[in-house]
């Protein structure tokens, strides 16, 4: 397990509302039935708390385009933190070109997905680890103590408070949704250490698949994976289950290499970005930093490679 400090990012998570519907969503998306959209002052306070917090605060959904305050948000965000230490997590949905100034403004990082491409795998976070056949429970433990996601991803906010992993976040909106489960979201709340994880990790670490080595699923083909007792726990509320968008695991375990982030395709990034007369460059942290093209005549949805490289040269 990760520190928080030591992470290159904590989110701010302000809505599951999201244009797309994707396969094994790590936020779970059309699973609740009604998705949530944060308060400002929850995200006031949420902001407040990441000021001397060394690395990035991220604004992530679902699609955070589609809050109704996103761009008052932004401007709360622009006047606490500085927008190298800022990033926005988007698919640019149609329709929201009209914010791509205040991205600008606020965002010196971007983090750009629209899920549309069939080569994007998605992991199975809905099957339980608690239900993965042939593995002693004390293994688990030891496979969850170096979970991939815990090391590689984020801590999130939500409306429910702070947690240690953007998962177990994930997982409080859609078991606990009348419950506010997480860590007072507090000054500092970011400090806390590995051997603090515990209480989260108890109640939502075996009810994850993240840990497990198991097959993964195009995101394009919409169904979730789920396993019998999380099928359980969600069938009675979830719009996606009772649609039937999903299939039930047989719990084994597979070893599957396929990678995730075949999106990181700068192509791919460069012609969502064209879309709402945006260009991107690569930052000092590596990481890209959203600019104007001065040459947009705004709306292109199907901008070209000669159209995706004029931007780019602006």
């Keep these: 397990m990760r520190t928080m400090v030591s992470m290159d990012t904590i989110q701010i998570e302000i809505t599951n509302a999201c244009?797309?519907?994707?396969?094994?969503?790590?936020?779970f998306v059309n699973h609740t039935p009604k998705p949530y959209m944060m308060d400002f002052e929850t995200f006031?306070?949420?902001?407040?708390?990441?000021?001397?917090?060394?690395?990035?605060?991220?604004?992530?959904?679902?699609?955070?385009?589609?809050h109704p305050e996103f761009e008052k948000m932004c401007n709360y965000l622009h006047s606490k933190i500085p927008p190298r230490q800022t990033g926005l997590w988007t698919c640019l949905p149609p329709k929201k070109e009209h914010y791509r100034?205040?991205?600008?403004?606020?965002?010196?990082?971007?983090?750009?997905n629209d899920h549309t491409r069939d080569d994007i795998m998605h992991h199975p976070f809905l099957v339980s680890a608690e239900e993965i056949k042939d593995l002693d429970r004390w293994v688990?433990?030891?496979?969850?103590?170096?979970?991939?996601?815990q090391l590689s991803w984020s801590a999130s906010i939500n409306p429910h408070g702070a947690f240690f992993c953007e998962i177990a976040a994930a997982l409080s909106m859609l078991l606990n949704r009348n419950v506010k489960d997480g860590w007072k979201v507090e000054p500092g709340w970011?400090?806390?250490t590995p051997k603090d994880f515990t209480g989260q990790m108890e109640k939502y670490c075996m009810l994850c698949g993240g840990a497990m080595p198991l097959k993964k699923r195009v995101s394009t083909s919409i169904k979730d994976e789920i396993s019998p007792l999380m099928l359980e726990r969600i069938k009675k509320y979830s719009p996606k289950v009772k649609r039937g968008e999903y299939d039930i695991s047989?719990?084994?375990?597979?070893?599957?290499?396929?990678?995730?982030?075949?999106?990181k395709d700068p192509r791919?990034?460069?012609?969502?970005?064209?879309?709402?007369?945006?260009?991107?460059?690569?930052?000092?942290?590596?990481?890209?930093?959203?600019?104007l093209s001065k040459s947009w005549k705004g709306g292109n949805k199907n901008a070209s490679k000669d159209e995706i490289d004029q931007n780019n040269s602006v």
């Design 19 to 27: 244009p797309r519907n994707c396969a094994n969503c790590t936020r």
């Design 268 to 291: 791919y990034r460069e012609a969502i970005a064209a879309r709402y007369g945006l260009y991107t460059m690569e930052n000092e942290d590596h990481f890209l930093t959203p600019y």
């Design 190 to 192: 970011w400090i806390r």
């Design 101 to 112: 100034d205040v991205i600008v403004e606020t965002f010196g990082n971007i983090f750009i």
């Design 44 to 66: 006031k306070q949420a902001v407040d708390s990441m000021v001397g917090y060394p690395k990035m605060t991220g604004v992530m959904g679902g699609e955070p385009l589609l």
């Design 140 to 149: 688990k433990w030891i496979m969850i103590d170096s979970c991939w996601a």
């Design 250 to 263: 047989n719990c084994v375990l597979c070893q599957d290499d396929s990678p995730m982030a075949t999106y």
